[in-house]
């Protein structure tokens, strides 16, 4: 009788553990919405080059456009969740008939890695915690959407339309960018610069997508002040979410590679000629 209710205890013990166990982990790879983060190459580049000079960025070979950072689940108010399945490794293999398009639009701009390390940390970071959504089950799912979402929510198209364009010269204020993308989006996204050289310039632009995969406002991710900034000598707008200084104009750099190629292609297009006409 005694061992018989000890049993049965020990038997409600680990049931009970077991449940615990489940529920915790569950708990610690919850999460609550998708942060799509793209990014403008150049300042991404620049900020590359500034932890160490010898570094070399990879940029896309189209210089206009931004390019994915990741797509990101998210707990509001709290970082992650990360790594939900580490023995889930990134496979080329997978992804291999979209890598070009990845090349392009996923670009790993810090030149000096692996070929694959963008792409393998953003999958065992965060593509093993999407997996929990059916549409990003598996890798070629979870990148696929990550580039029908970058052509469809294009950055430098959205900025453009309201003649935010890449620029040496020109500078932009936090509203500016803010109300472009609103306006197009109808949803608050997340602003972020980086502060190189005194200047502020902008790296990257998150918008949000609940577990739908509808978009939705970013409120509530971790790492942004609501922020209020002057539209006009009347207007202030306010709960723009930001890293950025309201007070401070804002640098999308337009790129910056040097013009040498084309000259040095046109240097040896003369010698070549030059050479023919002597000879
Ligand atoms: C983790 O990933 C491996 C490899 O894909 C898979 O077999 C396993 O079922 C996954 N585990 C969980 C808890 O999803
Ligand atoms: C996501 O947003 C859409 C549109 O606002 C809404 O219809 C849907 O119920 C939301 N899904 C979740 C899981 O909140």
Redesign the pocket.
Known sequence: MWTDSFGFLLFMIVLSSNYAYSVSVKDKYAWDLLIFTQQWPQTVCKEWKQHNPSHKCSLPSNPEIWTIHGVWPTKLHTIGPAY??????FDPEAVKSIEAPLTQLWTNIEGDTETYALWSHEWTKHG?CA?ELEPLNSEFKYFSNGLNWMRKYTMSDILAASKIVPSNEVQYTLVNIYLAVTTKLRVNPAIECRNVDGKSWLVEIRICFNKTLHLTDCDGIKGFKHKSAPYDHETIVTDILTNCDPQQKILYPKDYRPVAPFVIVQLYKLVSWLQWFTL
């Open positions: 939900c399945n580490r023995s889930w490794h093993t997996a």
